[in-house]
């Protein structure tokens, strides 16, 4: 190979590694406070699992995924559950790819409150970005203690019903489905055609 092959070889392989194309995707999260958002968050973008509840204002986090072809970094938006904030949380509405609605499987107010005040809300402020129905704390599902737990099949009538692209189901403790939330919230956005072959990979 002669010297300018060897420089072209180079630059085109430069040339290839600069041509990916990266989408950024701003992704909100929100429900009911205690029903796991922080941790959903947290548990995603540090492997680790907090044990110390601390009511959230608002929070960023960051992450970055391949899915179906395409880097995808995240910019992922924690925000306050609580009625004291209801003026401020709009503020992390604006430019919103997709929300994440999220209520807890041990908690049937967190559930109601999804059709009746979040995606009101969401859908007032963002009338065409897409929502993916998040149910959390699954793991509780095998808790004693939890007289009765919202059924998968709950969740899912709930997705029909506010018109959610998907309906997920993970555990920050386990960390069970925890991968499948973040890869159909940025498929929500991608919105890949059904002859794509869908693969996900954590950066």
Same mark, same amino acid.
């Given at each position: 190979?002669?010297?300018?092959?060897?420089?072209?070889?180079?630059?085109?392989?430069?040339?290839?590694?600069?041509?990916? $194309? *990266?989408?950024?995707?701003?992704?909100? %999260? %929100?429900?009911?406070?205690?029903?796991?958002?922080?941790?959903? &968050?947290?548990?995603?973008?540090?492997?680790?699992?907090?044990?110390?509840?601390?009511?959230?204002?608002?929070?960023?986090?960051?992450?970055?995924?391949?899915?179906?072809?395409?880097?995808?970094?995240?910019?992922?938006?924690?925000?306050?559950?609580?009625?004291?904030?209801?003026?401020?949380?709009?503020?992390?509405?604006?430019?919103?790819?997709?929300?994440?609605?999220?209520?807890?499987?041990?908690?049937?107010?967190?559930?109601?409150?999804? &059709?009746?005040?979040?995606?009101?809300? %969401?859908?007032?402020?963002?009338?065409?970005?897409?929502? *993916?129905?998040? $149910?959390?704390?699954?793991?509780?599902?095998?808790?004693? $203690?939890?007289?009765?737990?919202?059924?998968?099949?709950?969740?899912?009538?709930?997705?029909?019903?506010?018109?959610?692209?998907?309906?997920?189901?993970?555990? $920050?403790?386990?960390?069970?489905?925890?991968?499948? %939330?973040?890869?159909?919230?940025?498929?929500?956005? &991608?919105?890949?055609?059904?002859?794509?072959?869908?693969?996900?990979?954590?950066?």
């Amino acid at each position: 190979m002669t010297e300018n092959s060897r420089k072209n070889t180079s630059q085109g392989n430069k040339e290839d590694m600069t041509s990916v $194309a *990266v989408r950024p995707i701003k992704i909100v %999260v %929100v429900g009911d406070g205690t029903v796991g958002k922080t941790c959903l &968050l947290i548990a995603y973008t540090t492997n680790s699992f907090p044990i110390e509840y601390v009511p959230t204002v608002f929070d960023n986090y960051a992450g970055s995924l391949e899915c179906d072809g395409m880097n995808v970094n995240m910019t992922l938006w924690d925000t306050a559950g609580q009625e004291d904030y209801e003026r401020l949380r709009p503020l992390s509405y604006p430019n919103t790819d997709v929300f994440l609605l999220c209520y807890s499987v041990d908690n049937l107010n967190s559930y109601d409150n999804i &059709l009746s005040k979040w995606c009101p809300e %969401v859908r007032h402020h963002c009338p065409k970005a897409p929502i *993916v129905l998040v $149910a959390t704390k699954t793991d509780l599902r095998d808790d004693d $203690a939890v007289k009765k737990a919202i059924s998968p099949g709950e969740g899912k009538k709930l997705r029909s019903k506010i018109k959610a692209v998907k309906y997920v189901e993970c555990s $920050a403790k386990t960390r069970q489905g925890l991968k499948e %939330v973040f890869e159909e919230a940025a498929r929500a956005v &991608l919105k890949p055609r059904p002859a794509m072959k869908p693969s996900c990979i954590i950066l």
